[in-house]
């Protein structure tokens, strides 16, 4: 069982970019997934959350209105776009699945985590 995230990059402030998380070994389609991040020298936050049918998403204030989560179940894969970028924004991402439907925040009702991408927006 593998999940793994990518599209990281360098990126300009006020610029986007698309993670994605793609999921092998087994079906994800009906957990929820979250994404996270992590900062140098900071712990691990939440990015946001969505449910196994995609019908209700979370976000922190930090990224609300600036970042979508999305899936696509055919594809056992989920997606973070994130737009208007900014340098605090700059971290490693991890995505992760809930044995469950709904999930939100607290990173212990992550059963499986990927390994992250680097994103890192230049001021």
């Known amino acids: 069982v593998q999940l793994q995230a990518y599209g990281g990059g360098l990126v300009q402030a006020g610029g986007y970019l698309r993670l994605s998380c793609a999921a092998s070994?087994?079906?994800?389609?009906?957990?929820?997934k979250g994404w996270f991040r992590q900062a140098p020298g900071k712990e691990r936050e939440f990015v946001g959350s969505?449910?196994?049918?995609?019908?209700?998403?979370h976000y922190p204030d930090s990224v609300k209105g600036r970042f979508t989560i999305s899936r696509d179940n055919a594809k056992n894969t989920v997606y973070l776009q994130m737009n208007s970028l900014k340098p605090e924004d700059t971290a490693v991402y991890y995505c992760?699945?809930?044995?469950?439907?709904?999930?939100?925040?607290?990173?212990?009702?992550?059963?499986?985590w990927g390994q992250g991408t680097l994103v890192t927006v230049s001021s």
């Open positions: 969505i449910s196994w049918s995609g019908d209700s998403t």
């Open positions: 070994g087994r079906t994800f389609n009906s957990y929820a």
């Open positions: 992760a699945a809930a044995r469950k439907l709904y999930s939100g925040s607290y990173q212990d009702d992550y059963d499986y």
